[in-house]
């Protein structure tokens, strides 16, 4: 596996994992906490996602 999608593989499992605790904490019934998992998943992807690509970005321009 390159690093490339070893690191897409962690972001994403890193993100659920994230979504799954912080909806396990706001919900009490179980179909609110999937619900909010799977949207909170996205945001936390998203965001991290969004975060990576500006710090690439910088870096690219920085050297």
Do not use: N, P
């Not at 500006?54 to 690219?60: A, E, H, N, Q, R």
């Amino acid at each position: 596996m390159s690093s490339f999608w070893g690191h897409a593989l962690l972001l994403v499992l890193f993100s659920f994992v994230l979504s799954a605790v912080v909806s396990g904490y706001r919900h009490d019934t179980k179909a609110e906490i999937l619900k909010g998992t799977l949207r909170r998943s996205c945001q936390f992807f998203g965001a991290v996602l969004s975060l990576g690509t500006v710090s690439y970005c910088l870096s690219l321009w920085l050297s």
